[in-house]
């Protein structure tokens, strides 16, 4: 007999398009930091949706904020005024140093509006024929043909040549090669404070400060995606708020609206003057339902202060992990991170690792080959990262 994980596999295959490689796990339901699969085996969640999910899984605040907002009013289009939208903006902005928003549906889209905004302010506002826009090596900032070549990757580019122009990428954390690759053509300079799919390498301060001091010097826009690191992730609300520093204009997703596809870009005044009516559009974006969840979830997230959770609890991780890395010198090469966002590093490549932690009972995230990376739900309790600490261990043990 055919059990039901194999026969939901099987139809997927005849019917889905191959972009992802799945894990070997189908999930039925999910509660807080626990995914249940469809024989109802339990596992901890250390992902959270790819740093989705921060308020973890099924929040019953959102779940009603949802199930009462749909009733009321879905989608109008952004041809009206909606009241959801502009308080989601009101409490966002909040948060913050920027003046304007823009909601879409995805961090691409987020990315994708912020390199149109940028080009248009330069020739439009700035009156300037600037258009490139200088990236990181190791970067990730989506998977739209501009977003893809934005990316600091060149795995992610393999097939879909020819590639829209206007993108440079340099050295991570050399100022300066950025410097020079600024030319009188530059528009800005796109980074990821911690860079995610790249291996969880934060940027040291210092240099995320002269990166800000340089685009002010050429007068060129200095431009952060927050897409994995904002939300509380890292500890703060926004992970360049650790640095002291303010973006002309910064992006973000994933977490916005805890597992509802939504995205975000925000700008100074001065730089969103750069869009007018006609210039840049979104059907779906900050819909009164998505505005409405996310909205709840800017809520949660202040009153119960979960950028200092991460803090705390992304400290203690941290902790753990910094001694796993004692016992076992040969095989963790290196543990990274801010707040609830941390990979460890390993010394030889992970996927038997990865495998094992997930035969166990644990749900994370293998990148770079090499990189265990971590992000999961802020309210996680501290117990289960004590448990995944100790499994690590003896999987590191029995190799």
Known sequence: MVDAFSAL???????????????????????????????????????AGIAVCNLGHCHPEVAEVICRQARELVHVSNLFYQTEQVELAERLLSTCHCGKAFFCNSGAEANEAAIKLARRFMREVRGREAFEIITLAGSFHGRTLATLTATGQDKIKHGFAPLPEGFKTVAWGDLDAVRAAVTEVTAGVLIEIVQGEGGVNPLPVDYVRGLADLCREKGILFMVDEIQTGMCRTGKFWAFQHCGVTPDMFTCAKALANGLPMGALFATDEVAAGFVPGSHATTFGGGALLSAAAAKVVEIMRRDR??????????????????????????????????????????????????????????????????????????????????????LGMVLGEL
């Open 306 to 391: 979960l950028d200092e959770r991460a803090r705390r609890v992304g400290d203690y991780a941290m902790g753990l992990f910094t001694d796993l890395k004692r016992t076992f010198p040969d095989k963790i090469a290196a543990v990274r991170g801010l707040g609830l966002m941390i990979g460890i590093e390993l010394t030889f490549p992970g996927q038997a690792v990865w495998r094992a932690l997930l035969d166990r009972g644990f749900v994370l995230n293998l990148t770079q080959d090499k990189v265990l990376r971590l992000l999961p739900p802020l309210t996680i309790p501290r117990e289960d990262l004590a448990r995944f600490a100790s499994a």
């Open 9 to 47: 596999k099987t139809r997927e295959e005849a019917v889905i398009m191959r972009t992802y490689g799945r894990y070997p796990l189908a999930v039925s339901r999910a509660e807080g930091s626990r995914l249940i699969d469809l024989d109802g085996r339990q596992y901890v969640d250390l992902l």
